[in-house]
């Protein structure tokens, strides 16, 4: 599947949750029952989960191939509650996004 399919199937899973497939700054998002992006697919096909830095589930994701921390201006200023995940570990996709779904905010 491509990534926009994986996202959307993401979104699926997750729909009985309050979740609904959205728009953030032009990409594809993920919204709580509040309006609240949790995850969104980014340009290159990874996906970018909110799973607040110095907890189990965000260390984890940034132990899987090609993970990194978010940084959306690309001059080194990482949102450290963030971690982009690429599309070749989409199998975690929806699990990382009900871990991101139960975070605060």
Request: glycine content about 8%; aromatic content about 6%.
């Amino acid at each position: 599947m491509s990534a926009e399919e994986d996202f959307k199937q993401v979104g699926a899973e997750l729909a009985d949750l309050g979740v609904r497939i959205s728009r953030m700054m032009g990409s594809p998002a993920l919204k709580d029952q509040e309006g609240k992006v949790f995850a969104s697919l980014q340009r290159d096909g990874a996906m970018v989960f909110r799973l607040v830095r110095d907890t189990p589930e965000h260390a984890a994701a940034l132990k899987l191939p090609g993970a990194s921390l978010f940084d959306p201006s690309g001059r080194g200023r990482e949102i450290k509650d963030w971690v982009v995940v690429p599309n070749s570990s989409a199998e975690e996709w929806t699990d990382l996004a009900e871990v991101a779904l139960s975070r605060p905010r």
